[in-house]
Structure formats: C-alpha cells, structure tokens
Nanobody, 122 residues
Framework: VQLQACGGGLVQAGGSLRLSCAASGRTFSSSAMGWFRQAPGKEREFVAAIRWSGGSTNYAASVKGRFTISRDNAKNTVYLQMNSLKPEDTAAYYC????????????????WGRGTQVTVSS
C-alpha cells in the first residue's frame, strides 16, 4: 500500500492550497482516510478525515470552516482544500488510511504517507 501526498508549498496568510493523497495497492472503500499535521517541536495533530463509503467527515476545531476534505472514489484519492490559511497552519501534512471511521486518533490508521510541507508566511 502506498499513499502519495502532494500539493504543499509556501503561501501567504489568507491564501489557499489543495493537498491530494493518492492511494495505491488496495482500495479503501470500507474505511476512512485522514489528514494529520506536525509542526517542529509539536505533537502530531488531527486535521480532517473522511469515510469512503457515505462520505461522512470529521474536522479539528482549529480548521473547521476553513478546510474541506473530499474524495474521488474513481481515482482512490482524497483532497484537502485549505482556505484562509494562517501561519499556525504551518506544518508537515500527512495522509493516513485504514481507519474504520473518520477517526481523529492517529493510532486507528494503518497506513501513512510521507509528509508534504505547508508553510504559511505572515
């Protein structure tokens, strides 16, 4: 199983970025995928998650209303649209797969991709 995340970059505060995470090696139609982030010196933090079947979502309070998670079943890809970015959103963003629901708990995910760096300048 491989999770390939991309779409990070440098953006000014108030700007937008869209991350994508393509899954290969198996399908996750009966489970969920999520995004987590980790800033230097900080613990890994839940961002958002979505269940493949039904599309139920879950967001961290800090990103609710600014970030939107979505999925493309045909492409086995999950997206994270990030709007109104703030400097505190700066982190490495990781996608994860295999949880049974849109869980905010990192240990419920079986597969992890490499991070993609998001840097928001003030």
């Amino acid at each position: 199983v491989q999770l390939q995340a991309c779409g990070g970059g440098l953006v000014q505060a108030g700007g937008s970025l869209r991350l994508s995470c393509a899954a290969s090696g198996r399908t996750f139609s009966s489970s969920a995928m999520g995004w987590f982030r980790q800033a230097p010196g900080k613990e890994r933090e839940f961002v958002a998650a979505i269940r493949w079947s039904g599309g139920s979502t879950n967001y961290a309070a800090s990103v609710k209303g600014r970030f939107t998670i979505s999925r493309d079943n045909a492409k086995n890809t999950v997206y994270l649209q990030m709007n109104s970015l703030k400097p505190e959103d700066t982190a490495a963003y990781y996608c994860a797969a295999g949880a049974e629901w849109a869980s905010p708990r990192h240990y419920e995910y079986d597969y992890w991709g490499r991070g993609t760096q998001v840097t928001v300048s003030s």
